[in-house]
């Protein structure tokens, strides 16, 4: 049987808002811990992700710590451990991709560029598994949201 994250592997880069359009939003207080981060999508967009993140500060990135605030920070794995890099807030707002209600995390004004004016926005797709879109609010890039998923995790031991 093929899992869910697989399949997303098999859409094109064109066909995620429309995925992502049929989802529901996650309720704010579900989600709440850890969640382990991957890429999904089209394996040239897989290939060429980890590299962009290097060059805005997060390479090795693994996952989110969301907290019952609703406060979130990345996880990044360095030489020595897992660090927690710029911070977002959870927050409800209608969708850049859809105009549909729903919730996203925004990063906070003091992280260096470009994430300000990031946000990454979600749906879920099983209990323990949101598909994030990433979108770049700068010019034509808001028109190319990026997928990622998070999958929770229940401690630090299961990065």
Known sequence: MIS???????????????????????QASALRGL???SFVGPSWLQALAGPLLVITRMGKWIGKD???GGRALNLVRTK????????????????????????ALRYEDSNPFPWPWIIDELRSIQPDLVLGMTI????????????????????????
């Open 66 to 68: 969301i907290d019952p």
């Open 35 to 37: 969640y382990r981060g």
């Open 136 to 159: 770049t609010r700068i010019g034509p890039l808001v028109r190319l949201p990026l997928p990622f998923v998070l999958q929770t995790r229940e401690s630090m031991d299961e990065f």
């Open 4 to 26: 869910e994250v697989e399949q997303l592997n098999h859409l094109s880069l064109v066909e995620f808002p429309a995925y992502f359009s049929a989802l529901d939003a996650p």
């Open 80 to 103: 020595g451990g897992i660090v927690h890099k710029f911070p977002m807030q959870l927050v409800e707002r209608e969708s850049l991709i859809d105009g549909k209600p729903g919730l």
